[in-house]
């Protein structure tokens, strides 16, 4: 007999459907319940590609005896934190306030009016490893409640004061000036493990924004010392086990310091994120690792993270038929038999395959030593070996693929589909690739289609024909993001349009005036204990750091300088959080440095379709350029009166042409490629 959360779409959810736990989804009937019956709220947050979550989901959760215990004595809730990182955010600050750490699954103990007053992690189902066993766990819990009232109303009180006081970053500090940055450098570097690339020991995050921060120290400061602390890192990277070896994409972290072990979810924003950051390494160095690492990317997401309507889906799992990476590892016997004796021996010295393994008897595939070592070994040619080498990734790809594979999360989110907007319409630009442009488009329309309701407001996620849930303040300044990358790689005006509307939403609905800052619910969201403001950008950039980053782009766009105004306020806002941790405040970085520079604004009049048009186009996306705005107006289009760097730019000579402003002063307009080099670079 299926529980209430048979009605739901979150794959996460529907995982846990056929427990014995009366679940119910985050909502007014459980809270209502919980408050009709005097039962406190046991709230169970996770994800669908969470480990974790789903060894506690098999010892605890499917334990008939054990959900008897949290039927009897809690409305139970189940939350998909990717659908609502509002209740992963409130409750997950709780938690870190209560125990000093955090993760998922997060499970936390609230009265029925929603304010927690205990809460933890995993909680195994009998005593192990200094954790309570879970089923004492719920009766000490439960007889707290009902005993000890008062206390337990009390300290919940005391946390959600502190909880509401977190939410604010701060007095601004001091003035917005370089000097942030060249201390925030200074910190990064401390930090920075020159072995083997990243920040700490282990487990490494790939850490993509604070990569992209140091990339615009680069570039400011010309110190070769950054170029090699981004280089090392991201070289490490596709050499080792958190890269997919055979067919692409990243997984979401590495529990060694070496990159080698990963946990082997593979997260939709992480490759959104780690795609675009190689490629503006690409740009910077012009090394063709760092395109391939890109296109390879993108190609598994185009294959296997992409729905038919144009959406990208969330992740895929860590677990395939309940064990851990089992998808991902190899024995040198298996290799041996598809790629024949001789050229299974060049190959599992290659990938590291050997008979103990480095993963629970099995090996995870990575890279050893350069393919130029491995050629001079074997007495191959450079060339011989890249085509062995080629040849034997498709094959062992193909075997791989007739596995089973680890758990789809095929829910749509907004903000994430955002990031991967931005990543295929930027490297589309780059590279000069229709196909990507193409996927971008098709994404763009199917957000604008599904996730905008009637009444324009955007929604969160998206699946099985279904929209839902109002949008977060993260999803706005994704997408729009995405959207004013999809222009440049366009020149279509719809997308600019779209972007700027949004842009307007985004303020009215997240702004706090007032209070001097962005909330991560709009303003006609549910009511909650707290209204949530995560400013940290860590897996992905913050809501806010997003928002920030977009309006000092919109304000050039469209000229509006109440965007640059409502940005410095929420820049200096920040600058005591980013002076403590600049690790968490990489996206922040980089809108500072955007705020502190005098943007590159770039204008190309001319059909798409043209050779010179897309010469042009091609010269500015060959420079790393970071901070710029490029608007595109076709030679057929009517005046653009809104978008003060498109209005009176004629073409020159009836040639597609080029126009490099600063501050709306401009240089000669340009008709060859090789003239906007000499501007651009100057």
């Not at 707290?144 to 509401?164: C, G, M, P, W």
């Not at 050499?239 to 990963?262: A, C, M, N």
């Not at 109440?562 to 690790?583: G, K």
């Not at 190309?604 to 060959?622: C, F, P």
């Amino acid at each position: 007999m299926p529980n209430r959360l048979i009605n739901e779409t979150s794959p996460y959810l529907l995982q846990h459907a056929h427990n014995p736990v009366d679940w119910y989804p985050w909502g007014p009937a459980a809270l209502k319940l919980a408050q009709e019956v005097d039962k406190p709220i046991l709230l169970s947050v996770g994800y669908s590609a969470c480990h974790w979550c789903h060894v506690m989901e098999r010892e605890s959760f499917e334990n008939e005896e054990i959900a008897s215990i949290m039927n009897d004595n809690f409305v139970s809730i189940k939350v998909d934190r990717e659908e609502r990182p509002d209740i992963d955010s409130i409750y997950m600050t709780a938690v870190q306030t209560m125990t000093g750490q955090g993760g998922w699954p997060m499970t936390v103990f609230l009265t029925p009016t929603g304010s927690p007053f205990y809460g933890g992690t995993y909680f195994p189902p009998d005593d192990r490893g200094g954790l309570p066993a879970f089923p004492k766990l719920l009766v000490a819990l439960a007889e707290a409640y009902n005993e000890k009232r008062d206390e337990i109303q009390q300290s919940t009180d005391q946390l959600v004061q502190h909880i509401q006081h977190l939410g604010k970053s701060g007095e601004p500090t001091g003035r917005l000036t370089e000097s942030i940055g060249l201390e925030a450098y200074q910190t990064l570097a401390k930090q920075f493990d020159n072995a083997e690339g990243g920040f700490g020991l282990q487990p490494k995050f790939p850490q993509p924004m604070v990569y992209e921060f140091l990339l615009r120290h680069y570039l400011n400061t010309q110190d070769p010392t950054t170029l090699e602390m981004v280089e090392l890192t991201l070289t490490k990277m596709p050499t080792g086990g958190i890269y997919d070896q055979l067919g692409g994409g990243f997984h979401r972290y590495s529990t060694d310091s070496y990159w080698q072990v990963p946990h082997f979810e593979k997260m939709l924003y992480d490759n959104a994120l780690l795609a675009r950051l190689y490629l503006h390494v690409y740009q910077v160095t012009d090394k063709s690792i760092y395109r391939s690492v890109v296109e390879q990317t993108l190609e598994y997401v185009a294959r296997e993270m992409m729905s038919p309507e144009g959406g990208f889906y969330s992740a895929q799992d860590a677990d395939s038929e309940g064990e851990e990476g089992k998808f991902f590892v190899w024995r040198p016997e298996e290799i041996n038999h598809i790629l024949g004796k001789e050229d299974g021996r060049i190959i599992t010295q290659y990938y590291g395959v050997s008979i103990h393994g480095n993963f629970e008897g099995r090996s995870i595939l990575h890279v050893t030593d350069s393919q130029a070592t491995f050629s001079k070994r074997f007495g191959l040619s450079v060339d011989t070996f890249n085509a062995l080498l080629e040849s034997s990734k498709e094959r062992l790809f193909k075997v791989r693929d007739k596995r089973v594979h680890p758990g789809l999360d095929d829910k749509i989110l907004c903000s994430w589909n955002g990031l991967m907007l931005a990543s295929f319409a930027e490297a589309a630009s780059v590279f000069g690739r229709d196909d990507f442009r193409q996927i971008a488009e098709d994404n763009a329309k199917f957000i604008i289609n599904n996730l905008i309701s009637d009444t324009g407001r955007l929604l969160r996620t998206y699946k099985d024909g279904q929209a839902k849930l109002n949008a977060y303040l993260e999803d706005y300044g994704a997408l729009i993001d995405g959207l004013l990358l999809l222009h440049e790689a366009t020149s279509d005006r719809y997308w600019i349009d779209v972007a700027t509307d949004l842009g307007t939403a985004m303020v009215d609905l997240f702004w706090d005036e007032n209070e001097e800052l962005f909330y991560d619910t709009g303003h006609d969201h549910e009511k909650l204990v707290v209204r949530p403001r995560d400013y940290s950008d860590n897996a992905m950039p913050c809501g806010s750091s997003m928002a920030t980053s977009v309006l000092l782009r919109l304000a050039i766009v469209t000229g509006n300088q109440e965007y640059e105004r409502i940005a410095e306020i929420s820049l200096n806002s920040m600058l005591a959080f980013i002076s403590r941790s600049p690790v968490g405040t990489g996206n922040w970085l980089c809108a500072l440095d955007f705020y502190l520079s005098s943007p590159r604004e770039i204008a190309i009049i001319g059909e798409r379709s043209e050779e010179s048009t897309k010469a042009l186009a091609a010269e500015v996306y060959r420079h790393f350029l970071p901070n710029r705005v490029v608007l595109g107006k076709r030679s057929s289009d009517a005046e653009h009166e809104n978008f003060p760097l498109l209005t009176n730019r004629p073409m020159l000579n009836n040639q597609p042409t080029a126009y490099v402003c600063e501050k709306y002063l401009c240089l000669s307009p340009v008709t060859i490629a090789k003239d906007l080099a000499m501007q651009l670079t100057r």
